[in-house]
């Protein structure tokens, strides 16, 4: 779990349901990469009630972690 | 239940998630299980049952064919019974006395309008092992799906839907998979659910603002509240099968099934039923003493020397046809993993001694 930076711009990633971001999570986990479950902002569509929330300068690697192994719904700003 | 007791999938609240991670441990441990790639592509039902009936009443409609077995359990023939009354065409093949299969009866049965194979993985009342690979490979070369009924293997046995070419994979959690009553499911290969019926419609924790049910796995088949508490015990218990080993699991109950299997067999009066091999079945031995009904025996089993068996007809009559114990059945005693040689032995003498006693009365 993450705690909140300051100056710290973050990017989520969205799922179908909670069993793709639990996925998701265990995916980013292994790879040591830093996120947090946090309930769907408010200007954002999804699927389902919560996402993953990382820093942006991670997509590339968070990108790369849930590719081929777990459907996303869609990469949003925060 | 006492530690986490929230609804998975159904809030974002920390023990909500937690149980939602109950439920993807299972999957995940399963999806090792039987060499699938994507753990969303196990369906939680709650029993072997549940899982073929909604594989069968999922894929087949009025006016399509269907091609079985003669040693299925009635978790198959009486869906498929039931459908044939409303117009499913339905070709039974037939299985040798011993319960074997020959690929080649399933080969020439195949139609145009065949949407479906479904067998047993290995009987429940012989235990014979059918061909499932072989029958995989025909079922996948005239592109129909084929689906078992891995009640009796799953953990048991070692399975890989790749390699054994299976699109549909009905398994149960309370047998050889060391789960609770009330857990199963069923593996679905990528691409059939687009054409695959759900049992049910309701919530399902995602893409609540619709009124329609969603189309991907595993939500359009999980609607409501699941069994959680059940789940982690069914995943508490492929876990332990994935840490035994299913190899050594079934190296064990190999070797018990063929010390059951010679010592039944040089029981005079007691016939044994199936392959009488250990390397051809999974642990399961019925057998009937001439002069003495099923139901004698068991009782006998039971009240006087502590053996729990099975007597009867074993929800499989179309079985018992095949191997000519129908209507009257047989006694079926199975080993697991955790029974002892010693337990075997006992059981044997058991057995010997209601046959001499039933000389001398008869």
Known sequence: MVQDKENTSYRVVLFHSTSGALLAEKLLKKEGIAYKIIPVPRHLSSDCGVCLRFESQDETLVRKALAEKVEIQSFCTL | ?362
């Open chain 2, 1 to 362: 239940m006492r530690s986490v007791g929230a609804n998975p999938g159904r809030s974002g609240h920390r023990l909500s998630i937690e149980a939602g991670r109950i439920l993807i441990e299972a999957r995940e441990a399963l999806a090792e299980l039987f060499g699938i790639d994507d753990p969303l592509r196990i369906v939680f039902t709650r029993n072997a049952t549940e899982s073929l009936n909604l594989a069968i009443y999922g894929l087949l409609q009025p006016g399509d064919h269907c091609i079985t077995t003669s040693m299925e359990h009635n978790s198959v023939m009486r869906p498929l019974r039931a459908l044939e009354k409303k117009g499913l065409e339905l070709t039974v093949a037939p299985c040798s006395p011993k319960g074997e299969l020959d690929p080649r009866e399933i080969e020439k049965a195949i139609k145009k309008n065949t949407r479906l194979i479904v067998t047993t993985h290995a009987s429940n009342v012989v235990g014979t092992l059918m061909p499932i690979t072989e029958v995989g490979e025909i079922a996948r070369a005239h592109g129909i799906p084929f689906c078992i009924d891995a009640a009796q293997t799953a953990g048991a046995l070692p399975i890989d839907v790749k390699k054994m070419h299976i699109d549909l994979l009905a398994f149960t959690g309370h047998k050889s998979l060391y789960g609770p009553q009330g857990t199963g499911g069923l593996y679905i290969r990528e691409g059939l659910e687009k054409g695959l019926e759900p049992l049910m419609q309701g919530g399902t924790g995602s893409r609540s603002e619709s009124q329609e049910q969603p189309d991907f796995m595993p939500d359009k088949y999980e609607s409501g509240t699941p069994n959680t508490v059940g789940v982690a015990g069914l995943g508490a218990g492929a876990r332990f099968c994935l840490t035994q080993g299913v190899a050594h699991i079934r190296a064990k109950e190999e070797g018990l099934t063929r010390i059951l299997i010679e010592g039944l067999g040089s029981i005079p009066g007691v016939t044994l039923y199936g392959c009488r091999d250990a390397t051809r079945q999974v642990a399961i031995c019925s057998f009937t003493i001439h002069d003495l009904s099923p139901s004698e025996i068991t009782m006998a089993l039971d009240e006087e020397f502590n053996i729990m068996s099975r007597p009867g007809l074993h929800c499989a009559p179309a079985a018992h046809q095949t191997i000519d114990t129908f209507p009257q059945g047989t006694v079926r005693l199975s080993a697991g993993y955790f029974t002892t040689v010693e337990e075997i032995a006992l059981a044997l003498e058991a057995v010997g001694k209601i046959v001499a006693r039933s000389r001398t009365q008869g």
